[in-house]
Structures are given as structure tokens and as C-alpha cells.
């Protein structure tokens, strides 16, 4: 699938994508489970380092998510491209939910794969971020 920005990857045959509130995002939903869900794209980089913008913006989420925890965010490299790993949950009105997402930054763009389900069915959802990260271009 081709996604804001350029970006292409893979997701799970027959889920519905559409676009997000957020500019340069579209989400990919189940069809048989709507609370499981994979989001792609890709925006202009921040004015801030990777790891500076990430905390922002992990800052400002934690402050409107009840039961935010960190599972993981660190900085790291992406097929040679500075990137970044954020792992975490919260709870949302239907329950826990479990996200990880990864960022990386190529030619002046951000771009994302994230896959977001109830903390329950994240098992599932492992070789699906898996495979969208290993064939997302750039």
C-alpha cells in the first residue's frame, strides 16, 4: 500500500483503510474487529532531534490517556536511517490497549508504522508491525 508522503508498506489483506484526523496518516482497520488497527504515513521532520519530538509528543499523549505507561522509547537506526521505537499503553474506554509504533527520518520526511489493539490481542498483532516495518520504503 502506498501511504502519505510516498510511504509504501504491507498490511493484513481485506482491512479498511481510510485516512486519520492526523495530516499525513491513514489507518488500516480489521474488518471482523475494529479495535485492532495499523496506522502509516509520513510528514515534514520536526524542528526538534527524533528523540526530542518523541518525548513531546509522549508528554502531551500520557496527559490525555488515563493509565499511561511506557513499554519502550529509545533511539535507534532503521535500515541506516535515525529512528525511533515507542511502545506503550493505556487504558481506553473499551479497555487496555497496546501501541507500538516506529519512526524514521530519510530525505526531510518522518515517516511511521504503528499498530495499535486491545493488550490482549497484541500477540496477534507482532508479525503484522513486523511486516509492515521490514517492507516499508523508504
Not at 492526523?22 to 526538534?48: E, I, K
Request: glycine share 8%; hydrophobic share 40%.
Amino acid at each position: 500500500m502506498t501511504g502519505p508522503a510516498g510511504i509504501r508498506t504491507v498490511i493484513p489483506e481485506g482491512w479498511t483503510v481510510a485516512p486519520t484526523q492526523s495530516a499525513g496518516s491513514v489507518q488500516a482497520t480489521d474488518p471482523a474487529d475494529s479495535s485492532r488497527f495499523v496506522r502509516y504515513g509520513g510528514s515534514a521532520v520536526p524542528n526538534a532531534s527524533i528523540m526530542e519530538s518523541h518525548l513531546e509528543a509522549e508528554s502531551d499523549f500520557a496527559a490525555a490517556r488515563p493509565g499511561y505507561s511506557r513499554v519502550e522509547l529509545a533511539q535507534t537506526t532503521l535500515r541506516g536511517y535515525e529512528a525511533i521505537v515507542w511502545e506503550f499503553e493505556w487504558t481506553a474506554p473499551e479497555g487496555r490497549r497496546h501501541v507500538k509504533a516506529e519512526y524514521w527520518r530519510a530525505s526531510g520526511t518522518e515517516y511511521f508504522v504503528y499498530a495499535s489493539s486491545k493488550a490482549a490481542d497484541w500477540p496477534e498483532m507482532v508479525p503484522i508491525l513486523t511486516a509492515m516495518t521490514e517492507n516499508a520504503i523508504p
